[in-house]
């Protein structure tokens, strides 16, 4: 209940009730700020987009999780809308596609294609990262909680240590 009440300070102000005999204003409300929390406005600043939020051609999404746009980059309006396409078309997960070796140490090593089986539902490789992705971090990520690139190894970057 705090942390819900701090939240919402950082929006709403409360303004002080009138004293007895005093006109009050016009309701009960409270008063919405109208300076934007820094937190916010820091990250609605850095993905300008013009019109993303009434229209968005569902094909031009892409497949590939690298070359996916942050999910808080659309507007809010369509940003469920691009949630609900992504899980309707199920994790990018390549299964005829041969899997690059890497070194690491004195081993060579490769994403496996089984790991699909294990881990279907979120699972996801990018091939022109080599790199395996989180489709639900992807999709539900909070750019706003998230503090420095804590999860971007699953969302942005890749996550190569086989």
Same mark, same amino acid.
């Given at each position: 209940?705090?942390f819900i009440?701090?939240?919402?300070?950082?929006?709403?102000?409360k303004?002080?009730?009138?004293?007895?005999?005093?006109?009050?204003?016009?309701?009960?409300?409270?008063?919405v700020?109208?300076?934007? #929390?820094?937190?916010?406005q820091? %990250?609605?600043?850095?993905?300008?987009?013009?019109?993303?939020? $009434?229209?968005?051609?569902?094909?031009?999404?892409? /497949?590939?999780?690298?070359d996916?746009?942050?999910i808080?980059s +659309?507007?809010?309006?369509? &940003?469920? #809308?691009v &949630?609900?396409? +992504?899980?309707?078309?199920?994790?990018?997960?390549?299964?005829? %596609?041969?899997?690059?070796?890497?070194?690491?140490?004195?081993?060579?090593?490769?994403?496996?294609?089984?790991?699909?089986?294990?881990?279907?539902?979120?699972?996801? *490789?990018?091939?022109? /990262?080599?790199?395996?992705?989180?489709?639900?971090? *992807?999709?539900?990520?909070?750019?706003?909680?998230?503090?420095? $690139? #804590?999860?971007?190894?699953?969302?942005?970057?890749?996550? &190569?240590?086989?």
């Amino acid at each position: 209940n705090q942390f819900i009440k701090s939240q919402m300070d950082k929006f709403l102000i409360k303004l002080p009730k009138p004293k007895d005999g005093q006109p009050s204003s016009s309701s009960n409300q409270p008063f919405v700020s109208s300076q934007v #929390a820094p937190e916010v406005q820091r %990250h609605t600043n850095s993905f300008p987009l013009s019109n993303m939020d $009434n229209m968005l051609d569902f094909k031009s999404l892409e /497949a590939d999780p690298k070359d996916r746009m942050p999910i808080s980059s +659309y507007g809010p309006n369509i &940003r469920d #809308a691009v &949630r609900r396409y +992504y899980i309707q078309k199920k994790p990018c997960q390549p299964v005829d %596609h041969i899997f690059p070796k890497t070194k690491f140490g004195e081993k060579m090593r490769q994403f496996r294609p089984t790991w699909f089986k294990r881990r279907s539902q979120w699972l996801e *490789y990018s091939i022109k /990262a080599d790199a395996a992705f989180c489709l639900c971090c *992807y999709l539900f990520k909070n750019e706003l909680e998230s503090r420095g $690139n #804590a999860g971007d190894s699953f969302t942005r970057d890749g996550f &190569r240590c086989w």
